[in-house]
């Protein structure tokens, strides 16, 4: 079942970077951009876990990047709180949070 859930992760962040390569626009308001935080965050959680079943990530590479995951997903939720009183102080969080994804989602890209 776990492969399944896989192509389907691996399809959508295929689509998801065609869409940049198709001139789709990307999210253009703090809500957008936040909702795909939280759908990259899943994504993310979902290939690190294959990852690990596929004995590409170590037992403590994992525990790191799951820790990273949990830190990340109090980022957005932090960012989606400041926003609502200080919304540029919630723009500048959530920016932070997206450096840190993408980062995190390279480092997973190059374990494959």
Aim: hydrophobic share 45%; net charge positive; aromatic share 6%.
């Amino acid at each position: 079942m776990k492969r399944h859930y896989t192509a389907f992760y691996v399809l959508l962040l295929v689509a998801l970077s065609a869409c940049t390569t198709l001139n789709v626009p990307a999210a253009d308001t703090f809500n957008k951009k936040a909702l795909a935080s939280y759908t990259s965050l899943s994504a993310a959680t979902q290939s690190a876990s294959t990852l690990y079943d596929a004995g590409k990530l170590s037992k403590n590479d994992a525990q790191n990047v799951k820790d990273q995951l949990v830190n990340l997903k109090a980022g957005v939720d932090i960012a989606t709180e400041v926003h609502a009183t200080d919304p540029a102080a919630g723009e500048d969080r959530l920016a932070a949070t997206i450096t840190a994804l993408t980062a995190l989602q390279s480092y997973l890209a190059g374990r494959k």
